[in-house]
């Protein structure tokens, strides 16, 4: 395993695995991964700049997408003190 992923390996099941394998994944496995709707997804994957276009398929690339919410999670956890 690469990065920090070592250090959570007792909480990651063969759904975070298998993601894991992706560099970019579609709208739809974002939505069903993250549990989140079209909208919020799309929404802030274009504020990341982590949209990819190939042609006619739109494609997320999941380190940025994961970056950015992890830098969400904080401002949203910095709020609440």
Same mark, same amino acid.
């Given at each position: 395993?690469?990065?920090?992923?070592?250090?959570?390996?007792?909480?990651?099941?063969?759904?975070?695995?298998?993601?894991?394998?992706?560099?970019?994944?579609?709208? /739809?496995?974002?939505?069903? $991964?993250? %549990?989140?709707?079209? #909208?919020?997804?799309?929404?802030?994957?274009?504020?990341?700049?982590?949209?990819?276009?190939?042609?006619?398929?739109?494609?997320?690339?999941? /380190?940025?997408?994961?970056? $950015?919410? %992890?830098?969400?999670? #904080?401002?949203?956890?910095?709020?609440?003190?």
């Amino acid at each position: 395993m690469s990065g920090d992923v070592w250090m959570f390996s007792d909480q990651i099941d063969d759904e975070d695995m298998e993601f894991m394998q992706h560099e970019f994944v579609t709208y /739809s496995m974002a939505c069903d $991964y993250y %549990r989140l709707g079209l #909208k919020p997804v799309t929404r802030m994957a274009h504020e990341c700049g982590a949209v990819y276009k190939i042609g006619r398929k739109v494609l997320i690339r999941r /380190s940025i997408f994961e970056t $950015y919410l %992890r830098t969400q999670r #904080k401002v949203d956890g910095e709020d609440d003190d």
